[in-house]
């Protein structure tokens, strides 16, 4: 195990054929502007035109005002970006993102956490921020073949926390894929990860009885998976076939992540997802320099295929753990009711949102600050 300094850089011939390959693009013509069969024409040629007209400069400076680091954890390689708190006894906290995200969906909330007392908070409320990529996301090395579970990154992550850094203990947050894993985290290693934090997770059906709420929610999986969960199936059963068209596509790129983006973003005043335009293209550029788009759809597959991934209902973890439940996505997620949550962790705290959406880190970012700051608290006096 040894960490060491690193400096993330996109590959310029990769954004050179990128370039070419977009002034190239064949969008394929749709009869409608509306989104009920998938992404529309217009819209998916205005996005391939900004990307055109992206400043990957720009960008590349954005990456280098952060401190970043490469982990190596048994055979593999992991990117860390680690961000000191500013305050008197900062409390570390580890993010993990999910898909179609990366760590570019923490830059805005990363300085409210790290120094509060800049953002209008209280210093003394301050964390050391560290944000790891998924193995086979962006920056970091590939998986072993066939990806890691969940319950592996959990090992890797607290690895990386307990013998990397250094830390006796710490607490975690996470959403979607970032929400699994930091759920296992809990469990596996309750001795370090004093408390965690989950924004909207997903949770599998226990077994019956079920209540009329819970009976309701996964009546609304259901029937959002049969109109809205063909990319997991897709993901999660032939993801190479995918990703191969992804790969050597970057129309294809951006038509797959910018409609999940633009349907599972909260929607702001103006009526656009609160997942900025240039966070997008940003995006779309990192997992097109870096070649991970195949490799980063294996977590899906790996949880359908290796069977050491599931949480136990009616069996809850003992670490403290606070939900938030974040809403106004253009495509409504269902939203799991409290007593669900409770068969798999002992919730400390419970809210719901009507904004925030599956990337609030992006959309609310100081809510989501105040949520973690107000969740973790409580630990910093045992410390």
């Known amino acids: 195990m040894r960490i060491e300094g690193f400096r993330p850089q996109l590959d310029a011939v990769a954004l050179q054929e990128l370039r070419q390959r977009l002034a190239r693009s064949r969008v394929p013509p749709t009869d409608t502007d509306a989104w009920e ?50 305050g008197p006894s900062p409390l570390p906290l580890m993010l993990t993102h999910g898909w179609p995200g990366s760590f570019c969906e923490f830059l805005r909330l990363i300085p409210l956490l790290s120094d509060p007392a800049s953002h209008g908070g209280d210093a003394a409320d301050a964390f050391t921020v560290v944000v790891p990529s998924l193995p086979g996301f962006g920056f970091s090395g590939p998986p072993p073949p066939g990806g890691l579970t969940a319950n592996a990154v959990a090992d890797v992550w607290n690895e990386i926390m307990v013998d990397g850094f250094g830390y006796d203990q710490y607490v975690a947050h996470g959403s979607d894929l970032g929400a699994g894993v930091t759920a296992r985290l809990a469990r596996k290693h309750p001795e370090t990860v004093v408390g965690i934090h989950l924004a909207t997770p997903g949770l599998a059906p226990p077994p019956k009885p079920w209540s009329e709420s819970e009976a309701k929610f996964f009546g609304e999986v259901e029937a959002w998976t049969a109109e809205e969960g063909g990319y997991a199936h897709e993901h999660a059963t032939k993801p190479f076939t ?14 797959w992540i910018g409609e999940k983006v633009r349907a599972w973003s909260s929607v702001g005043t103006d009526g656009e997802p609160a997942f900025t335009r240039d966070l997008l293209l940003a995006t779309l ?27 136990s209902a009616g069996d809850p973890a003992a670490t403290p753990t606070s939900v938030s439940i974040f809403g106004g996505e253009r495509v409504p997620f269902p939203k799991p009711p409290r007593e669900l949550a409770e068969r798999y962790f002992s919730v400390t705290s419970w809210a719901e949102h009507e904004r925030g959406g599956h990337f609030p880190a992006v959309s609310e970012p100081q809510l989501l600050a105040v949520t973690l700051r107000d969740a973790f608290r409580p630990f910093r006096a045992s410390r």
């Open 242 to 255: 995918l990703g191969a068209a992804l790969h050597d596509s970057p129309a294809g790129l951006a038509a």
């Open 285 to 311: 550029t990192l997992y097109w320099a870096t070649g991970t788009i195949a490799s980063s759809l294996l977590p899906y597959w790996a949880h359908r295929h290796i069977q050491d991934d599931s949480l």
């Open 37 to 86: 069969r998938g992404v529309p024409e217009r819209w998916l040629a205005q996005l391939i035109a900004d990307w055109q007209a992206f400043d990957t400069g720009e960008f590349q400076s954005l990456l280098d005002e952060f401190s970043h680091m490469r982990a190596r954890v048994g055979e593999l390689d992991v990117h860390v970006l680690r961000q000191a708190g500013a």
